[in-house]
């Protein structure tokens, strides 16, 4: 049996196993608890998001347990920018049926940035769990469950909230002149929540000159834009961890959105930053009023 | 009126004359000052245009009870401004350049410490502006207190929010051990617990690393998350009797 450090509770838990060697030598040999956690924004409410979980492959001892009011299964989702964390009970009284369906929905406001997801199921009762599939190596077939015991857990869904404005990945995009750079030099600097590209005074001129045309902002999106998103989707892909940056966050997202939604996308960086250009995928908040 | 946000282009200019514009920070902008930036309004909120006029300045009273009272004049007087808006430097640095600029120089610059112009520098880069979340939490002048107050009121529940606050906001280790590290008090009922044990018994310093361990431990043993306030309490001041036996 594979001990998991910082996880394994020292009794049976049953969790997601997804390969053959994971099943063998699970806490519940064979089994996988994967719940499905699929997240969107309400169409009636864009300030909406719902969370839809499909409960799956949960053993027959704990969801009996479920049905028998000993235990309860939650949909735990946490928001660490913004202390949110709220939990739902999913119900479950039918202990003949196998599989568990629900939905939260959350106000979008209250989150920022990385959420997390996951299902538990905690004991509320003592009663005595037996189950076949219990790996030998624990040295018992049965054990008795205290209140407040996890019973299974699922992998924890992470997902991003970040809103911008519409169709528009500039938006996460700050141009800063500097008088260092000459003629159509830039730099780019991507350890900051916003990309930041530097530009010399001569290409500011340019780029100022084309922008309020529609063929001109055309001119300045494909010759400026879309290398700098190239090059962060590049680095994305290479690095997990500049998804820390609201940058990092709106492209991951805007991204998934955009390969729901347009199943013939390329997957290289240069062919989504062209697309993420053309498909309208971010939502705004912010008034175009000015003090 | 709405309340404010600079686009982010302004914001890094700022960051980078902050040098320049030094005598604006300790003085006060020129009237011209804010005309010159394409300030924008965030959707549906609102804030007085004298709000300044409503924050505490009293030598009288001590640090962590000053920060406890303007905590919430800031958080009941930003109306509408959700936890997602709270996140945005932007609107955090647009609102200390308008309305926080006194108090920033009261709060944090007049200071026996701080004496060199250098100095003072490096607080208004701190103040004013922030680059990551854990900034706006802890570091920015007004942010800091919006956040404190805004995670009472998530957890109190029918406790008396102001009393919360004031305990957040006088006792500096829990309330960094709160807002700077928000694995474990990301849930409204781990820091309601914490707040009423520290009510309850008031902490010194020792004790207080120790027991803030257990709970650190404790978290990886029980889910915090699906536990209520009072089971919560109740297993804080078990770790609080073992750390005091």
Redesign the interface.
């Known amino acids: 049996m594979k001990y998991i450090p910082n996880k394994s509770y020292g009794y049976p838990v049953q969790r997601e196993s997804l390969t053959a060697f994971d099943k063998d030598n699970a806490d519940y040999t064979g089994s996988d608890f994967s719940p499905q956690l699929h997240s969107g924004i309400d169409p009636d409410n864009h300030n909406q998001i719902f969370i839809e979980v499909e409960v799956l492959g949960l053993e027959p001892p704990i969801k009996a347990a479920i049905g028998k009011q000993q235990a309860d299964i939650f949909l735990i989702v946490q928001c660490k920018n913004t202390f949110f964390s709220a939990k739902m009970l999913l119900e479950h009284k039918d202990a003949s049926k196998s599989i568990i369906n629900d939905e939260m929905k959350i106000d979008a406001n209250k989150l920022f940035g990385e959420v997390n997801a996951r299902v538990l199921v905690i004991a509320k009762d003592e009663f005595l769990l037996k189950s076949d599939k219990i790996n030998p190596e624990f040295g018992y077939d049965k054990f008795s469950v205290e209140k407040g015991m996890l019973l299974a857990e699922s992998p924890t869904s992470v997902w991003y909230v970040n809103k911008e404005p519409k169709n528009n990945p500039k938006s996460i995009v700050t141009l800063n002149v500097l008088d260092t750079l000459k003629g159509g030099e830039y730099t780019i600097d991507l350890d900051n929540e916003y990309i930041e590209v530097g530009i010399g005074n001569d290409l500011n001129q340019k780029i100022s000159l084309y922008k309020n045309t529609k063929g001109g902002a055309s001119l300045n999106n494909n010759l400026l834009y879309v290398p700098v998103i190239t090059f962060a989707l590049t680095k994305l892909k290479d690095n997990d961890e500049y998804k820390e940056f609201k940058w990092g966050q709106v492209l991951t997202t805007a991204l998934e959105e955009l390969e729901f939604s347009n199943e013939t996308m390329r997957s290289e960086p240069h062919n989504q930053a062209q697309a993420l250009f053309r498909d309208i995928i971010l939502t705004d908040i912010y008034d175009e009023t000015k003090l | 009126?709405?309340i404010?946000?600079f686009p982010?282009?302004i914001l890094?200019?700022l960051y980078?004359k902050i040098n320049a514009n030094y005598n604006g920070y300790m003085n006060g902008f020129d009237e011209d000052f804010?005309k010159r930036f394409?300030?924008?309004?965030?959707?549906n909120t609102e804030i007085a245009s004298d709000f300044s006029d409503e924050l505490v300045f009293d030598d009288n009273i001590s640090r962590g009870n000053l920060d406890a009272l303007n905590a919430i004049i800031i958080y009941n007087g930003l109306k509408d401004l959700?936890?997602?808006?709270?996140?945005d430097?932007r609107i955090w640095s647009a609102l200390n350049h308008m309305f926080f600029r006194e108090y920033t120089i009261y709060r944090h610059i007049k200071r026996p410490n701080i004496t060199s112009k250098e100095e003072k520098l490096k607080v208004i880069g701190k103040r004013f502006f922030s680059?990551?979340?854990r900034q706006i939490d802890s570091e920015n002048v007004s942010s800091r207190l919006w956040?404190s107050a805004?995670?009472a009121d998530?957890c109190r529940g029918d406790h008396d929010f102001e009393k919360l606050v004031k305990t957040l906001c006088n006792n500096t280790d829990l309330r960094n051990s709160i807002l700077e590290r928000?694995?474990i008090?990301?849930?409204?009922q781990v820091?309601l617990a914490s707040l009423l044990l520290h009510e309850k018994y008031p902490m010194k310093r020792e004790v207080y690393r120790d027991w803030i361990k257990l709970i650190n431990f404790g978290g990886?043993k029980?889910?915090y998350?699906?536990?209520s306030a009072d089971e919560l309490l109740k297993l804080f001041e078990q770790y609080y009797d073992e750390v005091k036996s």
């Not at chain 2, 008090?185 to 409204?188: A, H, L, T």
């Open positions: 009126m709405k404010p946000i982010q282009s890094v200019d980078s804010f394409n300030v924008q309004t965030v959707i959700t936890p997602y808006h709270a996140k430097s680059k990551t979340s956040w805004y995670v998530q928000p694995t008090f990301q849930i409204p820091v990886g029980h889910i998350g699906a536990m």
